[in-house]
C-alpha cells in the first residue's frame, strides 16, 4: 500500500520552519507496513492545494495531510478538500459542541470565525480533537483512471499542524482506523544499518550493483553522511524475528563485499565504536592534533566525559607545527604525549591546512595527512628495556580531498579508523 504525506504551510515552503510532522508521520506509517513514497509541501493557497490532494489522491492509496485547518482565511485544506473532490461542505452540529466547549472550558468567548472548523467536505467523518479547536477530516474518494482501468480508491487523513495535537490525533483516531478498516499493521517495515568508512559511494554502488536493484527484497539503499557511507537494508516483516531472518544473507553478502571497511551497524558512529573499543579493551588515548583544529578530540570528546582512568584521557592541541627537522617529529609528538599522560594509546595527527588556503584554487580542498600511533608497552622479555622501542608504531601518510564542509571530517576520520583497526587487530 502506498502513501502521500502533505504538510501545508507559507511558514514550510519559505523555510522559516522545519517540517517534522512529516518524518514522524512517515515512521509511523512504515511500523504499519505502509510504503511511503512522496513527501509534498505546498503554500496557503488554494489552487496549489487542490492540486496537490488531487495529485496525492490519484497516486497513493493513503494520504495525510497535516496543517491548514484553522479558523484563519490562510487555513485552506477542508476548503480544497471540497474543492478537489467536489464534496461540498457541510456544517456538524456535534463538532461545533466540542469547539463551544473548549472555549468555555478556557473562559474565553468564542470568535466567530471558528464556526468554520465544525465545516466538513460531505461524506467525510471527523477526526475528533481531544485537546484542538481543529477537529480532522476523514475523507474516502473514488478517482476514474485516466488509463481506462480500474477506478482508484484514496484514503485522505487531514490533521492539524500543531505537533502536539497531529500526534494524540493519528495514534488514537488515524491508526486505529487503517488497522481495523483497511487491514494493515500485519507487516511493518524493519531496518538494519551498516556504517562504512574508507570509500566512495561510486565505489560501494560498483560493487553490489544487484544488491542495491530498487526491485530487490530486501532492500538495500546507500547513503553519504559526513565522509561516512551507511548501507541501509528495509524489508516489511510480521516481526524484527522474521526481518532478520530475511536479511542475513543479503548481510552475508554486504559483509564478504566491503569487511575490514565496515566499522558498525546501526546508530553506531567512527568516534563511538573507538571509544567502546577502548572502554573493552580497558586501555586510555591521548590525542595530539596540529594545524587548523582539534577535529579528532571534538569528535571522541563530544557528549562524552572523560574518565580518569579509562577511554579519552587528554587532548592537545598545536596550531602550529614544532620546530624540528626530525622526520619522524610527529612520532615524538605521539610518544612525548603517551610518557606525559601515561596512556595506552597515543594519536597524533597534522598536518590540517587552513580552507582559506585553498580559496583560489579551483579543485577540492586536499591535504596529504600523516597520523602516527604509539601503542602499549610490548612485555616480551626479549624486547629492549628502552620503552621507547618496546611500543608498536604505526604511521600512515594518505592524500585526502572533498568538499570544504566534509573535508575536515574526512580528515578526522581517516586518522580514528586508522586506530579503529589497530584496536582489533586489523
Known amino acids: 500500500m502506498k502513501a502521500e504525506i502533505i504538510s501545508v504551510g507559507d511558514e514550510l515552503t519559505s523555510g522559516q520552519r522545519l517540517d517534522t510532522n512529516s518524518q514522524f508521520i512517515s515512521r509511523r506509517l512504515g511500523d504499519l507496513g505502509i510504503n511511503v513514497r512522496h513527501h509534498t509541501t505546498v503554500g496557503d493557497d488554494l489552487a496549489d492545494n487542490v492540486a496537490a490532494f488531487r495529485i496525492a489522491a490519484g497516486r497513493s492509496d493513503v494520504v495525510i495531510i497535516s496543517g491548514g485547518l484553522g479558523p484563519t482565511a490562510d487555513d485552506l485544506t477542508r476548503e480544497a478538500m471540497a474543492q478537489a473532490f467536489d464534496r461540498p461542505l457541510e456544517f456538524r452540529p456535534e463538532a461545533m459542541q466540542h469547539i463551544e466547549s473548549l472555549f468555555k472550558t478556557r473562559n474565553r468567548p468564542m470568535p466567530e470565525r471558528n464556526r468554520v472548523q465544525a465545516m466538513f467536505p460531505v461524506t467525510s467523518r471527523i477526526i475528533h480533537n481531544p485537546h484542538g479547536t481543529a477537529p480532522g477530516i476523514d475523507l474516502e474518494v473514488r478517482l476514474e483512471s485516466s488509463e481506462g482501468g480500474h477506478d482508484h480508491s484514496s484514503r485522505l487523513f487531514a490533521l492539524p499542524g500543531v505537533p502536539a495535537e497531529m500526534i494524540e490525533m493519528l495514534s488514537q483516531t488515524v491508526e486505529p482506523r487503517l488497522i481495523a478498516e483497511l487491514g494493515l499493521g500485519q507487516n511493518r517495515w524493519y531496518y538494519h544499518s551498516l556504517k562504512l568508512f574508507g570509500l566512495g559511494e561510486s565505489d560501494v554502488e560498483k560493487v553490489i550493483p544487484d544488491l542495491i536493484a530498487r526491485d530487490r527484497t530486501p532492500r538495500v539503499g546507500i547513503t553519504v553522511s559526513k565522509a561516512t557511507i551507511t548501507l541501509r537494508i528495509a524489508a516489511q516483516a510480521a516481526s524484527q524475528q522474521d526481518f532478520d531472518s530475511q536479511i542475513l544473507g543479503t548481510i552475508e553478502q554486504i559483509r564478504e563485499a566491503f569487511g575490514e571497511f565496515i566499522f558498525a551497524q546501526g546508530d553506531l558512529e567512527l568516534q563511538d565504536v573507538v571509544r567502546e573499543l577502548l572502554d573493552q579493551k580497558d586501555c586510555t588515548l591521548s ?58 594509546y597515543a594519536l597524533a595527527v597534522g598536518i590540517y591546512p587552513a580552507i582559506s588556503d585553498f580559496e583560489s584554487q579551483t579543485s577540492l580542498p586536499w591535504a596529504d595527512l600523516q597520523v602516527a600511533m604509539v601503542g602499549p608497552l610490548d612485555q616480551a622479555e626479549d624486547k629492549a628495556d628502552d620503552q621507547r622501542n618496546r611500543r608498536k608504531v604505526v604511521t600512515k601518510s594518505q592524500r585526502v580531498s572533498g568538499h570544504p564542509e566534509l573535508f575536515y571530517q574526512r580528515l578526522a576520520k581517516t586518522a580514528l579508523d586508522m586506530l579503529r583497526r589497530e584496536l582489533i587487530g586489523e
Open 287 to 344: 590525542v595530539v592534533e596540529v594545524g587548523a583544529g582539534c577535529w579528532v578530540g571534538q569528535m571522541l570528546s563530544d557528549g562524552f566525559e572523560p574518565q580518569a582512568n579509562s577511554g579519552l584521557k587528554h587532548l592537545t592541541w598545536l596550531p602550529t607545527r614544532p620546530e624540528s627537522t626530525d622526520p619522524d617529529w610527529l612520532v615524538n609528538l605521539a610518544f612525548r604525549s603517551q610518557q606525559s599522560f601515561k596512556t595506552d
